[in-house]
């Protein structure tokens, strides 16, 4: 984390000083920041989604633990706001809409939380010899995975 920061530091100075900054090195920052963000607001809304599901709403974290995700996350949208001040300083400059690429994660998580659960319940079904309900849950996903493997390829025209 210490080379990220310090690379994340890095630019943020560059930014900030008006300095030349490669558009290799800008897209990287970009895609870096995009990164940290979806990992770090996956694993809260994981949380939240576990927390509201199996525990009544009940914090899962320790308080401190949360308040440290809680900051690490407001530190990469700083670095973000600072990114999407850079505007006209490389021509492959894009500004990172923090509403959008939250709404985004949402969905995903919700679907990720849901097959990890049944993963686990299949798991526990198997170490009780009842193969038969653990085949189901892993069938059902087994069948959302084909669909979606096969609405994301691109028919071919014959020939």
Known sequence: MLSVSGQ???M???VVEHVSIDSEEWDAWRTMLIATLERLW????AI?????????DHQVLFANEAA??????EVVKCSVRVYNTGKGVVPSWKAIDLAALRRSIEP???AAVRELVDRAKAEMLLAFGEVEAARRIAQAHLVAYADRQSSARVPHPPG
């Open 8 to 10: 994340r530091l890095s």
């Open 12 to 14: 943020m100075e560059r």
């Open 42 to 45: 996956g694993q809260q809304a």
């Open 48 to 56: 939240a989604a576990i927390s509201t599901e199996y525990y009544d």
């Open 68 to 73: 440290e995700l809680n900051n690490c996350i």
């Open 108 to 110: 995903q998580v919700r």
